[in-house]
C-alpha cells in the first residue's frame, strides 16, 4: 500500500528538478568561433635579404601576470603571423643581409579593477653579412579594455578583443617605420630597389611649357609661332617677311607723324624733351607775311 505514494513522491521531485536543469543549461552560452588573425590581405614589404627570422624574446623573458596565451590569438603568435604575412626576403644574387623580425614583449595583464592592460614591442634589424647591425626600426603598442565586471573578464572574447585592437595599432606603426627608416632596404616582387624608381624614370616623354618652348626658339634664333587664336592681338601683325625696299617705305612712313608733331608747338613742352636721341636743331616759326606785324622784333613761338 505504500509503493504508490513513494513512487508519486519521486515523479514529483522529477517534475521539480527538471525545469531547473533544462535553465542551467541554457544559461551556459556555446563555444563562439574566433576567426584567426591574418595579414596577408595588407600589402607586403619585400626586403633586399637573403634570410628572414624571427626572433621571440617574449618567451625567454615572459611577462610576470601575463595571460595572453588564454586569448584564441595569442599576441606572440599574432605577431608571427604578421611577419609571415607581410615581410619578404627578397634579395638579389649578391645580397648576403639578414633580416631578423624580434618580438621583445607581447603580453596582456589583468589589472585590479577588471581592467586588461595589453603592450607589444617590437623591431626589425637588419645585419650585414659580419652580422653587425646596419639598419633598424621599431614599433610598439598599447591598448586597455574595460569589459563588463559583471561578467569573465578574461573570457575569450575580451582576450581576443584586446589582441585583434592592438594588431590594427601596430600593423599601421610598423610599415610606417619600416618605409621610414629602411627605405634602402625595400625593393619590389623583382628585386629592384625601391629608391631608384624616380631616378630611372625617363624624362624625355615629359610634353615642354609653351614658354620654355618660346624661350627655346629665341636663343635658336628660329621664330615661334604666333598664336592667332588671340583676338586681342594688332591685325598688323604678320610674321610673313617683307621685302628691303618696302621695309624701308614703312619706316619712312612710320616716322612721318612724328616729323609733323614735331612742326608745331607742345602745348606742355614748349622746348621739346630732353631724350638727346630724338634732339634736333630748334626751328623758329615765322608767321606769314601780313599776318603779324610788330614794331620791334618777332617773338620766336
Not at 75 to 97: C, E, K, V, W, Y
Not at 130 to 139: D, L, N
Not at 206 to 218: H, I, K, L, Q, R
Not at 230 to 237: E, F, K, L, R, V
Amino acid at each position: 500500500m505504500m509503493l504508490f505514494p513513494r513512487m508519486r513522491l519521486s515523479h514529483l521531485v522529477a517534475t521539480l528538478a527538471l525545469p531547473a536543469v533544462l535553465a542551467g543549461c541554457a544559461e551556459q552560452k556555446q563555444p563562439t568561433q574566433f576567426t584567426p588573425l591574418t595579414y596577408d590581405y595588407l600589402g607586403q614589404m619585400h626586403l633586399n635579404v637573403a634570410t628572414l627570422d624571427v626572433v621571440d624574446n617574449s618567451v625567454t623573458n615572459p611577462e610576470p601576470g601575463d595571460i595572453g596565451y588564454k586569448s584564441p590569438s595569442p599576441p606572440d603568435h599574432a605577431l608571427r603571423q604578421m611577419a609571415a604575412d607581410r615581410l619578404i626576403a627578397t634579395g638579389n644574387a649578391t645580397a648576403a643581409s639578414t633580416a631578423h623580425f624580434v618580438i621583445d614583449r607581447a603580453f596582456i595583464l589583468h589589472q585590479p579593477g577588471g581592467t586588461l592592460d595589453g603592450q607589444m614591442n617590437i623591431h626589425l634589424d637588419i645585419l650585414n653579412p659580419e652580422g653587425q647591425r646596419v639598419a633598424s626600426a621599431s614599433a610598439q603598442a598599447t591598448q586597455t579594455l574595460h569589459p563588463d565586471p559583471s561578467q569573465d573578464v578574461e573570457s575569450p572574447a575580451n582576450l581576443y578583443e584586446i589582441t585583434k585592437d592592438m594588431m590594427q595599432t601596430i600593423n599601421v606603426e610598423f610599415e610606417y617605420q619600416v618605409r621610414n627608416s629602411l627605405n634602402k632596404w625595400l625593393v619590389d616582387a623583382g628585386g629592384t630597389p625601391m629608391n631608384n624608381a624616380i631616378q630611372t624614370q625617363s624624362l624625355t616623354d615629359t610634353p615642354p611649357v609653351a614658354g620654355a618652348a618660346a624661350e627655346t626658339n629665341s636663343l635658336t634664333g628660329t621664330p615661334a609661332a604666333v598664336d592667332t587664336s588671340n583676338t586681342s592681338a594688332p591685325a598688323s601683325t604678320s610674321t610673313a617677311p617683307v621685302p628691303a625696299s618696302s621695309s624701308a617705305d614703312a619706316a619712312s612712313t612710320s616716322t612721318a607723324p612724328a616729323a609733323t608733331q614735331d612742326s608745331e608747338p607742345n602745348a606742355i613742352f614748349p622746348a621739346g624733351t630732353d631724350d638727346a636721341s630724338t634732339q634736333t636743331t630748334p626751328k623758329t616759326l615765322s608767321p606769314k607775311p601780313g599776318f603779324l606785324k610788330l614794331p620791334t622784333t618777332t617773338k620766336a613761338q
